[in-house]
């Protein structure tokens, strides 16, 4: 599985532990920066990890910022985004199983990196339960349609 991975400056060195993590693992990792903790805007980061996702270029995604918030409004602006920010591990299996998210987002500033690296953890391993969770998401893509 291909993972898209981006951060900002308050996110990168969550980042750069869970890219060890990620690679240690066996995933391949596309990381598309910040590559130091020089102050950077997260919504073009975002967003260039959010379209690899979009595109189908990588599976799924995972984004950082200071509260995982910034970076999870901005790629959800994506359509056929569903970016989930997830501070502990039942939210984000429920992310997967019941929203099937395909972008993780962590707060830096809120969830330690041992959690973190449990909740990304259970976010790659969870799968989508289809059944009546199909509806709503398909609910979701319609507003992608008829909301501006
Ligand atoms: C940066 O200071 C901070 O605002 C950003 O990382 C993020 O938390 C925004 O949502």
Known sequence: MKIALAADHAGFSLKEASRDFLEKKGFVVQDYGTFSEESVDYPELAAEAARAV?????????????????????????????????TDCYTAACAREHNDANILTLGSRVTGSGLALRIIAVFLETSFAGGRHRARIEKIKSLEETER
């Open 54 to 86: 979009q595109k189908g270029e990588c599976e799924r995604g995972i984004l950082f910022c200071g509260t995982g918030v910034g970076v999870a409004i901005a790629a959800n602006k994506l359509k056929g985004i569903r970016a989930a920010c997830c």
